[in-house]
């Protein structure tokens, strides 16, 4: 688990614990849809809206999917880097 996993872990506690997986996940896919509509307002697609509201709901979905790997044990910048790393060779291999 990373620092920042760490803090969110500490938070939850506080809290009172984690919720379900499955209510997590709804948290997730909530916070998904938020950062969704202020993208297609940043973007001029509904309405006018400010970047640093797309800062704000990409660290809500970050908190969200905290919970979520810290729930299973999951370091998420372990995970990312495995993820980085299979992406490259997967594109590398479909390159000409």
Known sequence: MNDEQRQVDE?????????????MLTALVEELG????????????????KPERVKEEIGDVMFALSCIANYYGVDLMEALRKSIQKYRRRDLASSP
Do not use: N, Q, S
Request: aromatic fraction near 14%.
């Open 11 to 23: 938070l939850i506690k506080e809290f009172g614990g984690y919720w379900g997986p499955f209510e």
């Open 34 to 49: 938020e950062l969704a509509d202020e993208m297609l307002m940043v973007e001029g697609v509904k309405g006018r809206g």
